[in-house]
C-alpha cells in the first residue's frame, strides 16, 4: 500500500484529533514533496495549517513548525528562495 494510502485511512480513524490529523497531513505533503509532486506538497501542508487554526500549545506549534519546515523547502525546490523565506 502506498503511504499518503495509508495516512488517509489513518485520518479517518482520528476524526476529532486535530493535531493528529495536522501530523498525518504534514507526512502526506512530505511523501509529496520527496517524489517531486510539490503542487500535492503545497495543498496538504496548507491542509494541514489550516487544520491547526485556532489550536494553541506545545504540541501544535511543534507540528505548524514542520509543516512551514516542509512549504519551505518545497518552495526552495521550485525555485521560490523568497516564498520560501518569508514562511
Given at each position: 500500500s502506498h503511504p499518503?494510502?495509508?495516512f488517509s485511512r489513518a485520518r479517518r480513524?482520528?476524526?476529532g484529533d486535530r493535531i493528529r490529523g495536522a501530523r498525518l497531513m504534514h507526512r502526506t505533503a512530505w511523501v509529496h514533496e520527496?517524489?517531486?509532486h510539490t503542487?500535492?506538497?503545497i495543498r496538504w501542508g496548507n491542509?494541514?495549517?489550516r487544520t491547526l487554526d485556532g489550536l494553541h500549545g506545545?504540541?501544535?506549534a511543534r507540528e505548524r513548525a514542520g509543516i512551514t519546515t516542509t512549504l519551505a523547502a518545497v518552495?526552495?525546490?521550485q525555485g521560490r528562495a523568497a516564498d520560501a523565506?518569508?514562511?
Amino acid at each position: 500500500s502506498h503511504p499518503v494510502d495509508a495516512f488517509s485511512r489513518a485520518r479517518r480513524l482520528l476524526p476529532g484529533d486535530r493535531i493528529r490529523g495536522a501530523r498525518l497531513m504534514h507526512r502526506t505533503a512530505w511523501v509529496h514533496e520527496r517524489v517531486g509532486h510539490t503542487a500535492a506538497a503545497i495543498r496538504w501542508g496548507n491542509r494541514g495549517l489550516r487544520t491547526l487554526d485556532g489550536l494553541h500549545g506545545r504540541a501544535a506549534a511543534r507540528e505548524r513548525a514542520g509543516i512551514t519546515t516542509t512549504l519551505a523547502a518545497v518552495r526552495r525546490q521550485q525555485g521560490r528562495a523568497a516564498d520560501a523565506e518569508r514562511l
